[in-house]
């Protein structure tokens, strides 16, 4: 009486195993290249409609749309200082607006945040004060650590230092509010 055996054997377990990864490994870069294809054309329809749109609050319609950093980079958009780590900030300016605006992005998901008009700032930005405090530092030519104080419009007061590592800014006090001017009656 011959036995007859249930199962495979070894040799087509590892066969099997070793098609499957070379179809695995096949198929998962096509599915990824086509992820970041659908990405790009995501980014480019949000930028058709971003130069196309010429009222903010057309634009203000395109938050939570996906639009990749590196996109808005390549047509001409400019990185922007900001508060948050997390997020990216783009200094651009859309075709049918026409005005310079900042686009904030999400630095985990690539979508667009907000999207506001430019500000000016009233002051000196912190470079240029680091600039000049860097200019009268040198004049002084004192090797140790130096620590000039200046009034900002924005940051109020601050202390600028220089040691070994290079200048650092620190805010002393935030900047005294400006007075308001009484108010006037209406004229009848």
Do not use: C, W
Not at 35 to 45: C, D, I, T, V
């Amino acid at each position: 009486m011959t036995r007859r055996r249930s199962g495979f054997t070894l040799v087509e377990v590892l066969i099997v195993i070793v098609v499957i990864a070379i179809l695995a490994a096949i198929v998962i870069p096509r599915l990824l290249q086509a992820g970041q294809e659908a990405r790009e054309n995501s980014s480019k329809a949000t930028f058709i409609q971003l130069n196309s749109l010429n009222t903010l609050e057309q634009l203000q319609t395109l938050k939570g749309s996906y639009l990749g950093g590196k996109f808005l980079r390549e047509h001409g958009a400019v990185k922007a200082e900001g508060d948050n780590p997390e997020l990216i900030y783009y200094r651009y300016t859309p075709t049918a607006y026409g005005r310079p605006v900042i686009i904030t992005i999400d630095t985990s998901y690539g979508t667009m945040v907000d999207i506001a008009p430019e500000k000016k700032p009233k002051g000196p930005t912190s470079e240029l004060i680091k600039e000049q405090a860097f200019r009268s530092i040198v004049a002084e030519s004192r090797p140790r650590e130096v620590d000039i104080v200046l009034e900002h419009p924005r940051l109020g007061l601050v202390q600028v230092t220089k040691d070994k590592e290079g200048l650092k800014m620190t805010r002393l006090e935030p900047p005294s509010e400006p007075a308001q001017p009484p108010a006037q009656p209406a004229e009848k």
